[in-house]
């Protein structure tokens, strides 16, 4: 069955990566396990929640207007 679906997660780029570990609450890790399988299903590529989580935070981050109006790195910014 298809079904026309648009998820905010579009198909994904190929990119350099980098590895980086962390620990998420069981639902989280559900929802994204779901979320995985919804993005397999509209775009008949199989990925799975690992490889989605950097292009949710990527997107995220890219529509987060604090963040992009926050000064960068060395300009007081407290670490």
Known sequence: MTTTRKLRLGPLPRTETTKLTFVCPASLKADLERYAELHSQ??????????????????????????????????????
């Not at 490889?51 to 992009?68: Q, S, Y």
């Open 42 to 79: 509209t775009y008949g590529e199989s990925v799975n929640a690992v490889t989605l989580i950097p292009h949710m935070l990527e997107a995220f981050m890219a529509r987060d207007r604090g963040f992009k109006k926050a000064p960068r790195k060395g300009n007081n910014i407290p670490e």
